[in-house]
């Protein structure tokens, strides 16, 4: 039974990252973080955390909710992307004008407050409907499908996210002497800009 559970676990961690890892709004800000070397843990923190709980109401059952009430989602797409937009707008404006405060990697200016990266964090998260789709509808759809090994399948989905953010953060601060300049941060921005208002068009498109 233990290496039925193990192999579930193990199922769960490949699966979790195969949804997981992409290129997405989520990631790109913890990229921009953990170049910036500001607040990582606590960023990664939410992150993990948000997907755990998310993944845990999937496997509880939530993901048979949620398919009941398809103008959540429709609102979801509507507000994510707006808010997705509204970053890349920001993103562009640091990218156009650049300032100390903005790139903090340039010179020795702060970036932005503890909770204003935790509340973009959790917002990139929250208000993202593909968050949804992948941990509560798919994760905990195929958790369920476990039966018994249900909960070993989700510890290994939750692990993948936990693995994927922190080597997401903590490998993007090893990249901070390339950004030791207001030109890097700039391209930067520029790259986030683009794929920020890309992804909100697409949400709201696809609504």
Known sequence: MTTTYLLTALVGL???AGLIIAIGPQNVFVIRQG???RYVVPVI???AVSDIILIGAGTAG???VVPAHPNAIVVARYLG???LILLGVFAAKRAWRPTTAAHPGAETGRTVGLWTALGTALALTWLN???YLDTVLTLGSIANSHA???WAFAVGACLSSLLWFATLGFGATKMAP???STRAWRLLDAAIATVMIALGALLIISA
Request: aromatic share 8%; charged share 10%; glycine share 16%.
């Open 35 to 37: 170049i910036a070397g």
């Open 81 to 83: 992307g707006a808010y």
């Open 14 to 16: 490949v699966t979790g």
């Open 129 to 131: 409907p593909h968050t």
């Open 62 to 64: 939530l993901g048979a």
């Open 148 to 150: 018994d090994a249900k």
């Open 45 to 47: 923190a939410v992150c």
């Open 178 to 180: 390339m950004f030791a």
